[in-house]
């Protein structure tokens, strides 16, 4: 007893004007609990700056995730093209139902080219080999269905898929290549075709003192899109150059 009144006449005498219920407030601090920094810890240094963000790739080169169903594959689950694949002995060869000649050009070269973007076999092996011989045995056949044929081009080029891509370029020097005046014909549609290979034109990879077996096979890209520019030109009249210098600014002719 003698303990607590000794201390409430300190208090007392500490602050005789406030009441013993403010002066617990103030113990409590309880005005002031949240103007704390919640246990985290502070420090009077400079904060450090942040990494920039890296700037998200555009994906301009990358190729198509989904191809749609082509109309080779629909005519050949269904039956109606005249090819099929020959087995026998060490290497696989097509077979033709009929000869090749007698064939309404009209109706299946522009379904074989687009055949060209089928990645499964035994799509692909028979668009390819198809394809090939259809060119060669088409004469003057050809010319007549050159407009048929632009659309599927730019489709197999659109695609951004190399194998379909390469395949394609090769196929384009042999179609330019196959008859007389099918170079010159073809210099109106440079517009659709080109626009795709100048992306593609000085896209090449760096791999040090490596070797790069695809020059082997033909299929680095950049130099067969500049072998088949040449064949354009080359085979392509007076107005190609002019024609491909427009939609290539990088290229350079070959014949001057």
């Excluded at 093209?81 to 299946?108: M, T």
């Excluded at 668009?127 to 050159?146: H, M, Y």
């Excluded at 090769?170 to 075709?193: F, N």
Aim: aromatic content about 8%.
């Amino acid at each position: 007893m003698l303990q607590q009144q000794s201390t409430i006449k300190r208090i007392k005498g500490h602050s005789p004007q406030r009441s013993p219920g403010k002066f617990c407030s103030n113990l409590l601090n309880i005005s002031n609990k949240f103007a704390g920094t919640g246990g985290m810890c502070s420090s009077l240094a400079p904060k450090k700056s942040q990494a920039p963000q890296k700037v998200p790739k555009s994906g301009i080169f990358q190729a198509l995730p989904m191809i749609e169903q082509t109309l080779f594959k629909k005519y050949y689950d269904r039956g109606d093209l005249p090819i099929a694949v020959n087995f026998s002995g060490a290497v696989r060869k097509i077979v033709w139902k009929c000869e090749p000649e007698c064939l309404d050009y009209h109706l299946y070269l522009p379904i074989f080219f687009e055949g060209l973007r089928e990645t499964e076999d035994p799509y692909k092996f028979l668009a390819v080999n198809g394809c090939e011989e259809l060119l060669q045995k088409g004469e003057t056949k050809i010319l007549s269905v050159l407009p048929q044929l632009i659309i599927p081009i730019k489709k197999a080029l659109a695609t951004k898929n190399h194998d379909i891509m390469c395949i394609t370029l090769k196929k384009i020097q042999k179609l330019v290549k196959s008859g007389q005046m099918i170079g010159e014909a073809l210099v109106p549609y440079y517009r659709q075709i080109l626009p795709v290979l100048n992306m593609y034109k000085n896209k090449r990879l760096n791999i040090g003192d490596k070797i790069d077996y695809s020059q082997r096979k033909n299929e680095n890209l950049s130099d067969l899109i500049q072998e088949t520019l040449e064949t354009l030109e080359k085979n392509g009249g007076e107005d190609a150059y002019i024609n491909i210098k427009y939609m290539i600014p990088t290229y350079e002719s070959c014949m001057f």
